[in-house]
């Protein structure tokens, strides 16, 4: 299958939004259904659904974008997780990272399957408060790790 096929299978089925050469662009998703087990996206605005975590704190998906930006095919899955921080009684980033290769290890990896997608690499964003992708966002507490997929494993790229 192709990569534009695959790319229309998804953008389609209102699950990925399928990202234009010139940069990232959000597209809100239309009214359809997706399940992996433990996500719903049921109306124009992802639903918050808290999704199991190794810390136990709250993360819902908030976006998952496919990007030719950066010359090859990216996948970048944002979730917002309201308790990151770096102050006291907050979830840091030592304990996060392990929530995002988990979230990577049981969501990424399905979808990317589901879709017949072959990225370079993946991204799992976690941010304290949801943000438009792309703009600055300064009192907002970000981290990121990106993955290589080998054989339905996640496997850390340190960026």
Not at 23 to 39: D, I, K, P, S, Y
Not at 62 to 74: A, F, I
Request: some cysteine; charged content about 20%.
């Amino acid at each position: 299958m192709s990569a534009l096929t695959r790319y229309r299978k998804a953008r389609a089925k209102s699950h990925a939004r399928a990202i234009p050469e010139r940069g990232a662009h959000l597209w809100w998703v239309r009214g359809r259904a997706f399940c992996l087990g433990f996500l719903t996206l049921s109306s124009p605005v992802v639903a918050e659904t808290n999704l199991a975590v190794p810390s136990g704190q709250p993360v819902y998906l908030s976006d998952v974008l496919l990007d030719n930006n950066p010359g090859e095919l990216w996948v970048r899955f944002r979730f917002v997780a309201p308790k990151i921080g770096s102050d006291v009684g907050r979830i840091g980033y030592d304990v996060a990272s392990v929530d995002m290769e988990h979230l990577c290890h049981t969501l990424a990896v399905a979808y990317v399957a589901e879709y017949d997608l072959e990225p370079a690499r993946v991204v799992i964003s976690l941010s304290d408060r949801p943000t438009e992708f792309g703009q600055a966002a300064p009192d907002a507490t970000q981290y990121f790790e990106a993955y290589r997929l080998e054989q339905a494993q996640c496997i850390w790229e340190g960026l």
